[in-house]
T-cell receptor
Framework: SQTIHQWPATLVQPVGSPLSLECTVE??????LYWYRQAAGRGLQLLFY??????ISSEVPQNLSASRPQDRQFILSSKKLLLSDSGFYLC??????????????FGSGTRLTVV | AQKITQTQPGMFVQEKEAVTLDCTYD???????LFWYKQPSSGEMIFLIY??????QNATEGRYSLNFQKARKSANLVISASQLGDSAMYFC?????????????FGRGTQLTVWP
């Protein structure tokens, strides 16, 4: 069966420090991968998505970047964190197919606080 | 473009009662899927139920059912016999068949509170 791992679960980082959040998927190949951010009490904002190794698309220009060095690995990074980067970050995967029947499976999320 | 609208920021229901969470959508795709997710305070996103645009019957999963009205472009979630553990944020989402990106479009969510 497919599983998705996301870590760390919580993170407190000072302003200006770097960031690296990692997400890995098991039990499937060539998944679509997504990074979302959720501000407190708010909806989901799509940050990045990837349909293959090295293929990254950005939805919102910002202080963050993403990389997909391996088929089932998706990394969210920042060189210098801002206070506004605080939030709850969710990684998700879906089947890479032209079909409407596949939803997302989400990781457990990372709660990032920039201080 | 795909758009999901959840007009209820918050809903309250008493334990053991039924509650309906509203969701309307807009799409030009003929084939699409509708999803509901639950997000408790822990933050994890839990898949609840799926409805395909060509499904003739409303989807049901235990206490969850989806009231799908295609002509009105609505996909309301019905939770029967509410439990305290149902208190959470609920998101409606849609995926169109035309997108190989598989992107889900989410509504802004409805915060459900169940009281004893």
């Amino acid at each position: 069966s497919q599983t998705i791992h996301q870590w760390p679960a919580t993170l407190v980082q000072p302003v200006g420090s770097p960031l690296s959040l990692e997400c890995t998927v098991e039990g499937t190949s060539n998944p679509n991968l997504y990074w979302y951010r959720q501000a407190a009490g708010r909806g989901l904002q799509l940050l990045f998505y990837s349909v293959g190794i090295g293929q990254i698309s950005s939805e919102v220009p910002q202080n963050l970047s993403a990389s997909r060095p391996q088929d089932r690995q998706f990394i969210l990074s920042s060189k210098k964190l801002l206070l506004s980067d605080s939030g709850f970050y969710l990684c998700a995967w879906s089947v890479n197919a032209r079909a409407a029947t596949y939803g997302y499976t989400f990781g457990s999320g990372t709660r990032l606080t920039v201080v | 473009a795909q758009k999901i609208t959840q007009t209820q920021p918050g809903m309250f229901v008493q334990e053991k009662e039924a509650v309906t969470l509203d969701c309307t959508y807009d799409t030009s795709d003929q084939s699409y899927g509708l999803f509901w997710y639950k997000q408790p305070s822990s933050g994890e996103m839990i898949f609840l139920i799926y409805q395909g645009s060509y499904d003739e019957q409303n989807a049901t999963e235990g206490r969850y059912s989806l009231n799908f009205q295609k002509a009105r472009k609505s996909a309301n979630l019905v939770i029967s016999a509410s439990q305290l553990g149902d208190s959470a944020m609920y998101f409606c989402a849609m995926r169109g068949r035309g997108s190989t990106l598989g992107r889900l479009y989410f509504g802004r969510g409805t915060q459900l509170t169940v009281w004893p």
